[in-house]
């Protein structure tokens, strides 16, 4: 029979061409597997926290011409019913255009906050960090992050709510991206191993619980 | 003399109300509030229709009505007024707010995989149908080898040239496998 003839060289480029094919397909199918697997919504939510390197905003204040117009766009002509008295007070220069890696804080139990100027429930949690922040300044570093912001309105929101942690512009969304944070605000825990411990979606509803994920941060081991 | 007064009365209310309006914007056209030239106007409104919202589903800026949009929109005039160009501004804001906001991916880097892959997998499927067709075409074309079948016909309907050219095919088709 003809099983016994050497194969021609068209016979071989046909078998070739299905070998590709089927490489493809193979490939196709473990692209399409990992994809159900791992699905790009998922964020991070324990092991190693991803590394992102900012730098954070100047912390004196903007010049009133800038701020005051500011100040009405994010909170209306009313914006005293949200903002501290002295809006127009130096923050602390302790942050002052400081660049943080977070791989470079290892020692130090970290609250992460993504946040913009544009989020309405962002208004409700941020005096709750705020007044979290001067209660537990020295165990727990708290760090700010805002998405999709420009410089003027989050400084103003800043001023506003007089945050004294350090905040930084989360440039072209590369940490909310690494983290894979699927909306303002969300804040991870994070021990000082560089884990995450525990992470809240949407705006803390109020002062216990941020307690109580604090509590569960520093005591982590 | 009612109706007259009437009218007065109505056009009044109506100067009333649009300039407590005006003055409650601030003295500023709401559709123009950074007071651009009708030249930056329509290349601000060029620019919104190059991006799109960060936070929406398929919404371009110019539609957009989410604040994040208004923030974006006031940046554009902005930098319109300090003199910036079109191509300025959109880097801009793909170096700070990623390149998301082109609503789709841009044509460097890993990103250019995305053009290319589709008009690459076309071109092979393509490629793949015409080299298949023409080997059909060539199988049509080549004449049949001599049929062991073809020197005893067997009697019936059977028996004719069609009959022998389907079983040489088919043995042909044997031998590949």
């Excluded at chain 1, 410089?151 to 440039?171: E, F, G, H, M, S």
């Excluded at chain 2, 919404?59 to 989410?66: A, F, G, H, N, S």
Aim: charged residues 20%; aromatic residues 10%; hydrophobic residues 40%.
């Amino acid at each position: 029979m003809s099983s016994q003839q050497p194969s021609s060289p068209k016979r071989r480029g046909g078998f070739t061409l299905l070998a590709l094919i089927a490489i493809v397909g193979i490939i196709l199918l473990v692209v399409f597997y990992y994809g159900i697997l791992h699905p790009p919504s998922q964020r991070a939510s324990s092991g190693q926290a991803p590394d992102f390197i900012v730098t954070t905003y100047p912390s004196d204040p903007l010049p009133p011409e800038t701020l005051m117009p500011a100040l009405n766009d994010l909170f209306g002509s009313h914006y005293q019913a949200y903002c501290v008295d002295d809006v127009q007070k130096p923050r602390p220069s302790e942050y002052d255009r400081v660049t943080l890696q977070l791989s470079k804080l290892r020692g130090t139990p970290i609250l992460l906050n993504f946040w913009a100027s544009w989020c309405t429930t962002c208004k409700d949690e941020q005096p709750l960090l705020e007044s979290a922040w001067r209660r537990y300044k020295g165990q727990v570093l708290f760090i700010g992050l805002s998405h999709l912001d420009q410089d003027k309105n989050a400084r103003a929101w800043l001023q506003c709510y007089d945050v004294t942690y350090p905040n930084a512009l989360d440039l072209g969304g590369k940490a909310y991206n690494a983290y894979r944070v699927q909306g303002v605000p969300e804040t991870y825990f994070i021990d000082k191993e560089g884990n995450i411990v525990d992470y809240y979606v949407g705006a803390i509803p109020n002062g216990s619980i941020l307690d109580q994920l604090l509590q569960k941060l520093l005591q982590a081991p | 003399m009612k109706k007259r007064v009437f009218l007065l009365l109505f056009l009044l209310l109506w100067l009333f109300v649009s300039g407590m309006a005006f003055a409650q914007s601030g003295g500023t056209d709401p559709n123009n509030p950074h007071g651009l030239t009708p030249e930056q106007q329509a290349l601000a409104k060029e620019i919104q229709m190059e991006l799109w919202c960060p936070i929406c589903q398929g919404v371009r800026l110019d539609v957009c009505e989410q604040k994040v949009c208004q923030q974006m929109r006031d940046m554009i005039d902005e930098m319109l007024l300090e003199g910036k160009s079109k191509q300025e501004i959109i880097d801009a804001f793909v170096v700070q707010y990623g390149v998301v906001i082109l609503g789709e991916p841009p044509k460097q880097g890993f990103h250019l995989m995305a053009w290319i892959m589709p008009a690459a997998l076309v071109l092979a499927g393509l490629g793949f149908a015409l080299w298949m067709s023409r080997k059909w075409t060539q199988r049509a074309q080549t004449p049949l080898p001599e049929s062991p079948t073809s020197e005893a016909p067997s009697p019936g309907p059977m028996t004719d040239g069609v009959e022998d050219e389907y079983l040489a095919r088919v043995e042909e088709e044997l031998e590949e496998f």
